[in-house]
């Protein structure tokens, strides 16, 4: 099973601050299936970046996903208001097909 | 727009069946682009596959979980179902239904999720 680890657990950051959110494999993953979500409370989760770096239709500009082989990145260059929320990512691969990342909370500072 | 929406038993009993179902709408639900899934997080723990259902019956399920569960669907009524037999207290979760994109793999519509506890 591939384990997704995700750093920080969570992030203390300002509005109009920018987020780093990693993602790291236990082994190398192809960057087509890397995928990351975003949950608020009560919420559905929502798709944000899939193929590790193509934003999902209504993904807005600042954020933003990148890396591969074992290290991904999801970005968010200016914290605005709805952007804390919890973050996920998720690979698909070998058995189980899928699997995701522990979350990083993004909260406010 | 799509919209996924959970149903069923908040509460179910020690050792007995988990049966949920998922209604789908803004969508077909016989397009062969995407499958049809089910994932969990239990409290304070990940989120975890548990399987998938195609339209034309193409099915998935966790190797950790494949001998007590089951999925199936409806697409007259554009529904698919999960049911987990032998429930334990491990088995409390948030279970989400989501809409997997074939090819990609990623999960574009989740429902909103629900919570099943299980206890006597």
């Known amino acids: 099973e591939i384990v997704l680890t995700q750093s920080p657990g969570t992030l203390s950051l300002s509005p109009g601050e920018r987020a780093t959110l990693s993602c790291r494999a236990s082994?190398?993953?192809?960057?087509?299936?890397l995928a990351w979500y975003q949950r608020k409370p009560g919420q559905a989760p929502r798709l944000l970046i899939y193929?590790?770096?193509i934003r999902a239709t209504g993904t807005p500009d600042r954020i933003s996903g990148s890396g591969s082989g074992t290290d991904f990145t999801l970005t968010i260059s200016r914290l605005e208001p709805e952007d804390f929320a919890v973050y996920y990512c998720?690979?698909?691969?070998?058995?189980?097909?899928?699997?995701f990342g522990q979350g990083t909370k993004v909260e406010v500072k | 727009q799509v919209q996924l929406q959970e149903s069923g038993p908040g509460l179910v009993k020690p050792s007995e069946t988990l049966s949920l179902t998922c209604s789908v709408s803004?969508?077909?639900?016989?397009?062969?682009?995407?499958?049809w899934s089910w994932i969990r997080q239990p409290p304070g723990k990940g989120l975890e596959w548990i399987a998938y259902?195609?339209?034309?019956?193409?099915?998935n399920y966790n190797p950790s979980l494949k001998s007590r569960v089951t999925t199936s669907v409806d697409t007259s009524k554009k529904q698919f179902s999960l049911n987990l037999k032998s429930v334990t207290a491990a088995d409390t979760a948030v279970y989400y239904c989501?809409?997997?994109?074939?090819?990609?793999?990623?999960?574009?519509?989740w429902g909103q999720g629900t919570l099943v506890t299980v206890s006597s």
């Open positions: 989501a809409r997997l994109r074939v090819g990609w793999y990623y999960f574009d519509y």
């Open positions: 803004g969508a077909s639900v016989n397009n062969d682009n995407y499958y």
């Open positions: 259902i195609s339209s034309s019956g193409s099915i």
């Open positions: 082994q190398s993953i192809s960057s087509s299936y």
């Open positions: 193929g590790a770096s």
């Open positions: 998720q690979q698909y691969g070998s058995s189980p097909p899928w699997t």
